[in-house]
């Protein structure tokens, strides 16, 4: 008994691969929902609103949403989750962060990220992933997860394919 209840959570454990298979089948079937919820919507907001409700409950995060580009801030936009600050300064926060880099980041513990701005001292990391039009940087898509290194690189290739379809 004692050995198969070892065999039974050594499988578990040895099955980083198949936890990623899963993801990645999870994060597909989502954007095909995305492509059906924004086919036929223009509208930015309704889109930012439906793919926000639809990561989050698909993946469970602690927070889900777009903050979007307005003058030299970032002003919360359609999200799921708690009460979040409402303006984040740009190059300020991770938010302000990727804006300015234009690039993706992976915050795999939000205390040692420097300048990270808490909003709840529940999220323990975090992905925030531009939104373009052309050049420039229109909006961020930001999560956090009350799990340490919640996000990888399966996280963020298909989070970033999903942002380019928010347009
Ligand atoms: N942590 C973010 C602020 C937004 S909240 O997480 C919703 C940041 O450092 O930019």
Redesign the pocket.
């Known amino acids: 008994m004692i050995e198969t209840v070892k065999i039974y959570a050594k499988r578990f454990s040895d099955r980083p691969d198949e936890a990623a298979k899963a993801k990645k089948d999870k994060y597909s079937l989502v954007y095909r929902q995305v492509e059906a919820l924004v086919e036929g919507e223009d509208d930015t907001i309704a889109n930012m609103s439906n793919i926000a409700a639809l990561l989050h409950t698909t993946f469970g995060f602690w927070?889900t949403?777009f903050?979007i580009v307005r003058g030299d801030e970032l002003v919360l936009g359609p999200f799921q989750g708690p009460v979040?600050?409402s303006r984040?300064p740009f190059g300020?926060?991770?938010?302000?962060t990727s804006w300015q880099r234009k690039e993706s980041i992976v915050v795999p513990d939000?205390e040692k990220?420097p300048?990270?701005?808490?909003?709840?001292s529940q999220?323990r990391s975090?992905i925030?992933v531009p939104i373009f039009r052309g050049e420039e940087v229109i909006a961020v898509l930001?999560i956090?997860s009350r799990e340490l290194n919640a996000f990888d690189d399966i996280d963020r290739e298909s989070l970033e394919k999903i942002a380019k379809k928010v347009r």
């Open positions: 927070w949403g903050y979040a600050c984040i300020r926060g991770v938010c302000g939000v990220f300048g990270h701005i808490a909003c709840s999220s975090e925030v930001d956090d």
